[in-house]
């Protein structure tokens, strides 16, 4: 739920009446980033209380890998987003060779 709440925050997806800027959740995104992997790594170095360490574990590196996937998506479409207010007029295509 964290993550639905922090990426709808980032990326805003639904209208809203004030915008924070590109840079600011750009900037707010990487301490994110940050904190997620140091929080990842605590809890593999010194798993919570009543968790078996090998859980904790491989909790820890779920949180770390997966996170990062997720990560590279969520950037990938804020500069997407970011991209097309700078050039509106250009329309990104692909084309096939």
């Given at each position: 739920?964290?993550?639905?709440?922090f990426?709808?925050?980032v990326?805003?997806i639904?209208p809203?009446r004030y915008?924070?800027?590109?840079t600011?959740?750009?900037v707010?995104f990487?301490i994110?980033?940050?904190?997620?992997?140091?929080?990842?790594?605590?809890?593999y170095?010194?798993?919570?209380?009543g968790?078996p360490?090998y859980?904790?574990?491989?909790?820890?590196?779920?949180?770390?890998?997966g996170?990062?996937?997720i990560?590279?998506?969520?950037?990938?479409?804020?500069?997407?987003?970011?991209?097309?207010?700078?050039?509106?007029d250009?329309?990104?295509?692909?084309?096939s060779?």
């Open positions: 739920m964290a993550g639905y709440v990426t709808i925050a990326l805003y639904d809203i915008r924070y800027s590109y600011y959740r750009t707010v990487i994110a980033l940050a904190g997620h992997g140091i929080l990842s790594k605590y809890i170095a010194f798993p919570p209380e968790i360490k859980h904790a574990e491989i909790g820890a590196q779920v949180m770390y890998y996170g990062d996937i990560d590279i998506v969520l950037i990938t479409i804020l500069f997407y987003h970011w991209y097309q207010t700078t050039n509106p250009k329309k990104v295509t692909f084309q060779t």
